[in-house]
């Protein structure tokens, strides 16, 4: 059965109808033709998912499309102003935070979402906003490196 | 697949009165979907999540009312819950990641019944209540009977857990929730053990002791023997030990892709004196000697 779902995504309404049992990854991606968000565990394990539902990041993999009704979603394609990148974006750039680059939309969701909650994160809220996304590439440190310069660059630190 | 999305929950157990064989309730979905994904789809799902009135976490007497729909992350962001109950804070703070946290409901957790579910044990030794809707009415009952077995509760299919009714513990007790894994984040309990102490007026005995086991038995079960072992007695080194043997021999685990089934004794019988000797210790001002 197929549903109805009325959205905002990234400040967009959007309306589109979606089987019940389709993911909101699914939706994004194979729907919308929103490509950034990645399939990769599907089991709401490794994070490359991440999208920001109602201000709090979430797994798109295991979310039900339908409950995209009504809420408002930020996706990795909402981060950037034209040619400007997102200050987080740019610091995972900025610091080789990004290697193979297939967990970093997770990544930068979780991140993003952590820096609007706290521009003085410490280092166990920054352990706590990834430890849901796995990177089998950098070794973490880089990753740790750009979240402290975002989160500087966002407050006007540096 | 069928699809509804119930706005009452005499909607909703109307739904499961008639569908509760070939749907499944879904919530968050972090469990439910994931089975659609790589299991078996169901006939239909019925989305409980808007319902009004299963959310909030408020007291109650002598106690918190936790709604079905209250997400992990929510139980481990209430002061309440952090500072009256903390080993269910405990269990939520360990809970997966933040993604799953922000999604996963305090309600699916339990109506999956997986015996390593992570706020069951703490439940256990909350003496712990469900709410459960059903068309004909309404039924109380303490978890210490709702667990039947891997995915079997006592909502069984045509039944919606819509509160939880946990009793604040007494006064002077404390408590510990100790997870077993491999990773500190999004990992599987191999072991959970939650225990709960209250020590006696002068401080000289363990006057109640609370023991829950999660992940080495097909439902999280209570240490009921080692419990009884306990009671009325001052904890000393050689009592823990004895305990700790005891409260292995009650589980009754399973070799799977986490641990073997002797590893998982060995690790109750370590987790449980661990257990006993910090509460002890914060309940008491004394080390056991």
């Keep these: 059965m197929s549903v109805i779902i009325n959205t905002k995504i990234n400040g967009q309404s959007v309306s589109a109808s979606a089987e019940a049992s389709t993911s909101l990854l699914e939706f994004l991606r194979d729907t919308l033709e929103m490509k950034g968000s990645k399939l990769c565990c599907n089991t709401g394990e490794c994070g490359a998912c991440t999208v920001i539902y109602n201000g709090k990041p979430i797994n798109s993999c295991v979310t039900m499309a339908a409950d995209a009704n009504g809420a408002e979603i930020i996706t990795i394609e909402g981060l950037a102003d034209g040619d400007k990148l997102h200050p987080v974006q740019q610091a995972f750039i900025d610091t080789g ?11 930068i969701m979780s991140v993003k979402a952590l820096l609007d909650r706290t521009t003085k994160p ?11 996304n796995i990177c089998r590439c950098t070794g973490y440190n880089k990753i740790v490196d750009a979240i402290h310069i975002a989160a500087d660059r966002i407050a006007g630190r540096a | 697949m069928e699809y509804f999305e119930p706005k009452t929950v005499s909607e909703a157990v109307a739904l499961l009165a008639k569908h509760g064989a070939e749907t499944k309730v879904i919530a968050g979905g972090t469990d439910v979907m994931v089975d659609i994904k790589f299991k078996e789809e169901p006939g239909g799902l019925v989305n409980i999540k808007k319902i009004a009135g299963l959310s909030g976490i408020a007291e109650n007497g002598a106690g918190l009312r936790i709604g079905a729909l209250v997400t992990i992350r929510e139980v481990e962001s209430s002061a309440l819950v952090r500072e009256k109950l903390p080993v269910l804070w405990e269990s939520c703070h360990q809970f997966a990641s933040l993604q799953v946290r922000n999604t996963a409901t305090i309600g699916g957790n339990i109506c999956r019944a997986s015996p390593s579910g992570e706020t069951l044990a703490p439940l256990l030794v909350l003496d712990a209540k469900a709410k ?16 039947q077995g891997p995915g079997k509760s006592s909502a069984g299919i045509n039944g919606l857990l819509t509160e939880n009714e946990i009793p604040y513990p007494a006064a002077g007790s404390k408590s510990v929730y100790l997870k077993h894994a491999v990773r500190g984040a999004m990992d599987i309990a191999m072991v959970g053990v939650a225990i709960l102490l209250t020590p006696d007026a002068a401080k000289n005995n363990a006057q109640d002791v609370r023991i829950g086991l999660g992940a080495v038995a097909p439902t999280p079960v209570r240490a009921s023997k080692t419990e009884a072992l306990l009671r009325g007695k001052p904890l000393t080194a050689a009592l823990l030990k004895e305990a700790g043997a005891l409260a292995a021999s009650e589980a009754s685990p399973i070799n799977d892709q986490r641990s073997s089934a002797e590893n998982r004794r060995w690790i109750v019988e370590a987790l449980t004196r661990r257990g006993l000797a910090q509460t002890w210790k914060a309940a008491t001002g004394k080390e056991v000697a």
């Excluded at chain 1, 935070?97 to 990544?107: H, L, N």
């Excluded at chain 2, 309404?138 to 009977?145: G, N």
């Design chain 2, 132 to 147: 459960l809707a059903f068309a004909d009415g309404e039924k109380t009952v303490p978890f210490m009977s709702f667990f």
């Design chain 1, 97 to 107: 935070a990004v290697q193979c680059g297939y967990c970093t939309p997770g990544y």
């Design chain 1, 122 to 132: 410490t280092a166990e809220d920054i352990e706590e906003a990834v430890s849901g």
